[in-house]
């Protein structure tokens, strides 16, 4: 089992630029979660995809859209990049569920914008 | 704002010693879970407790959750250089769907 796979591994971008993250959950997952992490803080929720649909949505703008495939995988796509979106972007996967829901994360992409 | 807290910021202790860093949250939760992160990899996730529960075992490590307080601890007993990495909360709760909310951290340093 490969668990969470995100691609690529880092990235540098231009202000003003537009970025695709991929993620391939752990086999048998059917929830993706995508958080942004800068540097020194925690993870913070951006949004989530279950049935290839957004579920739910932390305090991000719309310049932070997502994308969940038949298979399950997802993108994270950030359009009109600023300097302030540098950071290490996560993904974790799980099963939807109630109390005992796991999540696993990816080892992230880190952004980094100038 | 973050739902869950850590406390301390950063701790520094010698090999051999316990480590014990605590988190607040503000609302009802599910579970809460505790990560740890090394040098802004990705999260490994550690143990699981969840709101029914009150104290849990995995290895060395030792969870407790009061829900009265809206707190947990998270205890490493006879810490190891290898266990110098970011260590976090994540509160899983009912919005009007799940989501798991992480805290800002705690950076513990282990020294050999």
């Known amino acids: 089992d490969a668990g969470v796979t995100q691609s690529p591994t880092h990235l540098i971008k231009t202000r003003g630029q537009q970025v695709t993250l991929r993620c391939s959950p752990k086999s048998g997952h059917d929830t993706v979660s995508w958080y942004q992490q800068a540097l020194g803080q925690g993870p913070q929720f951006i949004f989530q995809?279950?049935?290839?649909?957004?579920?739910q949505r932390g305090n991000f703008p719309d310049r932070f859209s997502g994308h969940q495939f038949p298979n399950y995988s997802s993108e994270l796509n950030v359009n009109a990049l600023l300097l302030g979106d540098s950071a290490l972007y996560l993904c974790?996967?799980?099963?939807?569920?109630?109390?005992?829901?796991?999540?696993?994360f990816g080892q992230g992409t880190r952004l980094t914008v100038v | 704002s973050q739902q869950g807290e850590e406390d301390p910021q950063a701790l520094s202790i010698q090999e051999g010693e316990n480590a014990t860093m605590n988190c607040s949250y503000k609302t009802s939760i599910n579970n809460l879970q505790w990560y740890r992160q090394n040098s802004g990899r990705g999260l490994v996730h550690l143990i699981l407790?969840?709101?029914?529960?009150r104290e849990k075992h995995s290895g060395r490590l030792r969870v407790t959750l009061d829900t009265s307080k809206k707190s947990s601890s998270l205890l490493i007993t006879a810490s190891r250089a290898a266990d110098t990495a970011s260590y976090f909360c994540a509160t899983y709760w009912n919005t009007g769907g799940f989501k798991t909310i992480f805290g800002a951290g705690t950076r513990l340093f282990v020294k050999a």
């Open positions: 974790a996967s799980s099963i939807t569920g109630g109390a005992n829901t796991e999540a696993f």
């Open positions: 995809y279950y049935e290839e649909e957004e579920r």
């Open positions: 407790i969840r709101s029914n529960e």
